[in-house]
């Protein structure tokens, strides 16, 4: 038997990070079985689809490393709406299903004040299709319904716990539940990753399967994910879209490896690994069932450690984006004409070991492309207190008398002056680097200045020294 998996997200939003967690691990688990993978787009809901969403989530797989054209489909849910109502018949035909004309009112009034559940009053009425009139599946009155999952073992439902579930609505449209299970059995499917937040689902899709007379898959649901309140994510709450972490510089390498921690790890005591290490050791039946906490302090971590891996061209490859800005990513705060790639290569080296994301890269080197720097005022205050003007005047006169205009000599001239003045580097450091770059954190000082230039920085520390008049 093939192993036939797929993921199925319902475009309707930013494409969620927990998704692209379940993406991977169907992802790796066809691989790891000579399987197939399927995409299969569930865009029934056509008043919260939008064709924008589905080309979003196209992109981010392929982003994270699922390539299009590498995996069969997309396939579209809307384009099986036969196949869903064939089945629906074919139940009806059978007389595993019944139609029904109670309102939600009726049967709150038949069972008391709280809904929990349809009472059954249809189903041996004989009633014939009609508008406004649902198809409810007839659940058996016994026995158990055993969901075999890799990850959660089998959980068992019993059948009379099970309320007679509608399958087609009132205007004859089949509902997600069967649409999603015909799917399946139209496209072959035979394990079913996905969010564990469908468990519930599960056991009814299980007796949809049995009834329509096609061997159920495989289930494993994999563990919903949680913030640091324990809450699951949720995109009004917090940052969910895969989109924005591209967009704000984490690295794909650094976010499938992240994603697959989400209750897992490989062997021994490590967890940033090659994408080839957890293809081979990932085990679906490994996976911890309990929520797993997206802690985005950790994938900033991480991500800054494969910033730093990266061979430096690369990393200056990795950074365009937010060097140029794109349809996404805000222009950076230089005209294009005021890049000067040369001196961007100069300082990368030291860039690369200090930012966690690469949208971090633009507040390190703007320094370098405008005319003048971006003056953070907090940071002028905090910099330009007694004495700056003195030692900016010392400065100017030291740093302009310089034979050799490189960071070493810069170092040791600061160094002195600082000293005449009973300065330590760093207190002597802070007045110049506000005045030349606008913040009192950045790249190593005196690398910068070096790139920056003799002319350019004596005029800055002018500028500053006549502000401070
Ligand atoms: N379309 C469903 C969702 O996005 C997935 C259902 C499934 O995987 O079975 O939640």
Redesign the pocket.
């Known amino acids: 038997m093939t192993v036939r998996v797929r993921f199925?997200?319902?475009p309707t939003g930013m494409f969620h990070v927990g998704g692209a967690r379940s993406a991977l691990q169907n992802w790796i688990y066809a691989k790891q079985q000579g399987g197939v993978f399927v995409l299969r787009i569930?865009d029934t809901d056509a008043a919260r689809n939008k064709p924008e969403w589905t080309e979003g989530i196209l992109s981010a797989l392929d982003w994270i490393g699922i390539a299009r054209g590498s995996y069969e489909g997309p396939y579209f849910q809307s384009s099986y709406a036969g196949e869903h109502r064939a089945a629906a018949q074919r139940l009806y035909d059978g007389g595993r299903a019944y139609y029904c004309d109670c309102t939600r009112e009726d049967v709150q009034a038949r069972t008391g004040s709280q809904y929990q559940g349809y009472d059954g009053f249809c189903r041996d009425r004989g009633l014939g299709p009609g508008e406004g009139r649902a198809l409810r599946f007839r659940t058996p009155d016994e026995g158990a319904t055993v969901v075999v999952d890799l990850i959660r073992g089998e959980p068992t439902f019993e059948n009379k716990l099970i309320e007679d579930f509608v399958i087609a609505r009132g205007d004859g449209s089949p509902v997600f539940l069967l649409a999603?299970v015909v799917d399946d059995m139209t496209m072959g499917i035979t394990h079913?990753i996905?969010?564990e937040e469908?468990l519930p689902n599960t056991p009814k899709q299980q007796l949809l399967w049995d009834a329509l007379g096609v061997k159920p898959p495989i289930w494993a649901h994999v563990p919903v994910v949680v913030n640091e309140k324990r809450q699951k994510l949720s995109k009004r709450r917090d940052k969910v879209a895969l989109e924005a972490y591209k967009d704000e510089g984490y690295l794909a390498d650094a976010m499938r490896n992240y994603l697959m921690l989400l209750g897992w790890a490989p062997s021994g005591d490590r967890e940033i690994v090659p994408w080839s290490v957890i293809e081979e050791e990932f085990r679906l039946a490994e996976v911890n069932p309990s929520p797993a906490f997206f802690d985005e302090k950790k994938l900033r971590a991480f991500n800054g450690e494969y910033i730093r891996a990266l061979p430096v061209e690369e990393f200056v490859a990795a950074c365009q984006p937010w060097l140029t800005g794109t349809e996404t990513i805000a222009p950076p705060p230089w005209q294009p004409e005021e890049f000067d790639p040369a001196a961007f290569a100069a300082v990368a080296p030291l860039a690369q070991t200090r930012i966690a994301v690469l949208s971090e890269i633009v507040p390190n080197v703007d320094f370098l492309f405008l005319a003048d720097p971006l003056i953070d005022e907090a940071a002028w205050a905090k910099a330009m207190k007694e004495g700056a003007a003195d030692l900016l005047d010392a400065a100017i006169a030291a740093f302009g008398a310089l034979e050799s205009w490189d960071a070493e000599s810069l170092k040791s001239t600061l160094e002195a002056v600082g000293a005449e003045r009973g300065l330590k580097l760093g207190k002597a450091q802070a007045p110049v680097r506000v005045a030349v770059t606008g913040r009192t954190v950045g790249l190593p000082l005196f690398e910068s200045l070096e790139v920056l230039g003799r002319e350019r920085t004596l005029t800055r520390l002018r500028a500053a020294r006549v502000r401070l008049v």
């Open positions: 199925a997200p319902s569930e999603n079913v996905r969010a469908h």
